[in-house]
Nanobody, 124 residues
């Protein structure tokens, strides 16, 4: 059974930093492209960042480019999202997702597995 477990969320002041982790089990982690999405309000999840299976392909939403860094450690079956210079508009539940593909996608339907999410709240 595939499990993705996010951690590292919390409350931070604007300008601060957080590091999210996504621990994966039940899958061959190094064969999956991985992504981070967020959901503030409403039904749709917004793309944040994605990383290829090898870690060489990195993709970011324009809204986080230059502030967030996605990475992965295939030996630890874990993906990370370093978030710096946080803004109130970054407040959301953050979800990690896994796609059983060598192609990196930025749309939620392309991902096979999802975590339960971790809340990030940025105060002004």
């Amino acid at each position: 059974q595939v499990q993705l477990v996010e951690s590292g969320g919390g409350l931070v002041q604007a300008g601060g930093s957080l590091r999210l982790s996504c621990a994966a089990s039940g899958l061959t982690f190094s064969s999956y492209a991985m992504g981070w999405f967020r959901q503030a309000s409403g039904p749709e999840r917004e793309f944040v960042a994605a990383i290829s299976w090898s870690g060489s392909g990195l993709y970011y939403a324009d809204s986080v480019k230059g502030r967030f860094t996605i990475s992965r450690d295939n030996a630890k079956n874990t993906m990370y999202l370093q978030m710096n210079s946080l803004k109130p508009e970054d407040t959301a539940s953050y979800y990690c997702a896994a796609a059983n593909t060598f192609v990196v996608y930025t749309t939620p339907p392309s991902y096979n597995h999802w975590g339960q999410g971790t809340q990030v709240t940025v105060s002004s």
